[in-house]
């Protein structure tokens, strides 16, 4: 792609349009901005700008439409995929400073809030009025919504509330040219054209900038139970998750750990958990609601289930502080992983009765090129994280054969009935498998939709599409 570098002229017209102390071309600041949290790639903006309002995006976006430089949106740097990657230079284009929750509407069971919140932030500060917003990823204390949104991301309660699809009501937007709207309506129905509110949901910033989110809300429940399943393999505690739902109940969330991962994050972060050593995997199931005897009786039936598929342990977390390093467990997962060894990760989503075959072929693939893997994930709703670990690989074997095997993983997930992305996306490193599950007719699609909303590419370029027709 031809764009056009920054250079004094434009760098001086940007400053005098949103303001000299948002605009920033120092080392460090360029440095920082180079990278996300996926694997260890780095690509160099040219100028961080820093707007704080809808005006300041509108007002850039204009002048680097008219010049024809790259724009890359990003949030809080959590990515997995590579999506907030300046991989052209450009401007990367920072939301830190839209960190406003706008109003909490209580009787309509709303909120409106700038993208720049901090997930966690978010859902305390509806919990503080008895109120849930159940999207929750594993990343949501230093997550921004508004990059939740851009990935379509979830979390463990996704199996029981929804994706973050279920609670965006309506988006204010800056189209690449600088026009602002609004994309849907503050309803809970909408069925008054296209649905611009759900393309946006998952578009990872290629095809316009969002500077004001409206979220549905429900009320907070009151009870919760949470339990842990041991397993001496783990096709008996992948086989166990969909059958807890033909059951008849559905956890708060559902959690899958395989022994690997669970052990580095007991070293990581010196959680105080006991590991028997013949635990394979582990289940974690958590139940909510506000009448606790319903829970528990869901628990019951549950645990009979467990039983079922050989569960040899299940234990129960008696108070709060045993939840909370239960679920940190869980959640510095990604984080220990990362700590303990060179790793890739893939974000793999089948139908939930599939998952069983998924971890067999994911183990059996990577006898196949050598690397060994740590799966985990919100197996409720099929979503399995898998790191791939490269162990005894050979750097050049790393470099060149690797990609081979992770195409083998998602012809797998394909052929099982899923997909490439449960919730990190596809951006920059996961492009090229794209069509593996998607023809050139449904990819020819996606480049229309591109096209219209960005027709000069300016905004994102490099994510998502393949580069070439063919993987």
């Known amino acids: ?71 890359t949106p ?25 960190k406003s929750i706008l109003d909490i509407d209580t009787e309509n069971l709303q909120a409106t809030v700038e993208p720049g919140v901090i997930t966690e932030e978010f859902i305390n500060a509806v919990g503080e009025k008895g109120l849930l917003y159940p999207v929750d990823p594993s990343s949501k204390g230093s997550c921004f919504i508004g990059g939740n949104v851009a990935h379509g991301s979830g979390g463990p309660r996704v199996v029981k509330y929804g994706t973050i699809r279920e609670y965006i009501l309506n988006l204010e937007v800056v189209l690449p040219n ?7 309506a503050n309803t809970l129905k909408y069925a008054s054209g296209y649905n611009l509110t759900q393309l946006m949901i998952g578009s990872e910033g290629t095809l316009a900038v969002v500077t004001k989110i409206v979220t549905k809300l429900l009320p907070k429940p009151s009870q919760s139970v ?6 001496s393999t783990n096709e008996d505690a992948c086989a166990a998750v969909s059958a807890i739902f033909r059951a008849g109940v559905t956890p708060s969330a559902l959690e899958f750990m395989e022994r690997k991962g669970v052990e580095w994050v007991i070293n990581f972060d010196d959680i105080k958990f006991d590991l028997k050593d013949d635990v394979a995997a582990l289940l974690m199931i958590e139940f909510d609601g506000d009448d606790l005897d319903d829970i528990l009786k869901n628990c019951e039936k549950t645990n009979l289930v467990l039983e079922q598929h050989n569960c040899t342990e299940v234990l129960f977390a008696d108070t709060a502080s045993q ?4 679920w940190r467990m869980r959640r510095t997962m990604a984080e220990s992983v990362k700590a303990n ?19 067999n072929g994911i183990k059996e693939i990577g006898s196949k090129y050598g690397f060994e893997s740590v799966c985990y994930g919100h197996a409720g709703d099929g979503n399995l994280h898998v790191n791939i670990i490269k162990a005894g690989m050979s750097d050049e074997d790393w470099e060149n054969k690797l990609k081979f095997g992770i195409a083998e993983i998602f012809e797998l997930t394909t052929a099982l009935g899923g997909t490439l992305s449960g919730e990190h996306g596809i951006g920059l ?27 000069k590419g300016i905004l994102n370029p490099g994510k998502i599409m393949p580069n070439t027709p063919t993987c």
């Open 1 to 71: 792609m031809n764009f056009t570098k920054i250079n004094a002229a434009i760098l001086t017209e940007i400053k005098s349009a949103i303001g000299d102390e948002k605009v920033f071309t120092d080392a460090e600041s360029l440095d920082n901005y180079s990278h996300d949290e996926t694997e260890d790639l780095r690509y160099q903006p040219e100028v961080v700008v820093k707007p704080t309002s809808t005006e300041d995006v509108s007002a850039l976006l204009k002048i680097c439409s008219a010049h024809h430089v790259p724009v």
């Open 429 to 455: 490193v996961q492009k090229e498998f794209m069509p593996i599950k998607y023809s050139e007719i449904h990819l020819d699609l996606m480049r229309g939709i591109k096209k219209v909303f960005d027709p």
């Open 178 to 184: 600088g026009d602002i709207i609004w994309t849907g």
């Open 323 to 326: 939840k909370e390093e239960l």
């Open 341 to 359: 060894s060179v790793y890739k990760e893939e974000d793999t989503v089948v139908p939930r009765a599939a998952l069983p075959k998924l971890i």
């Open 74 to 98: 990003r949030g809080g740097g959590t990515g997995l995929s590579g999506a907030a990657l300046p991989i052209y230079g450009g401007v990367s284009l920072s939301m830190e400073k839209f």
């Open 226 to 231: 949470l339990m842990m399943g041991s397993f």
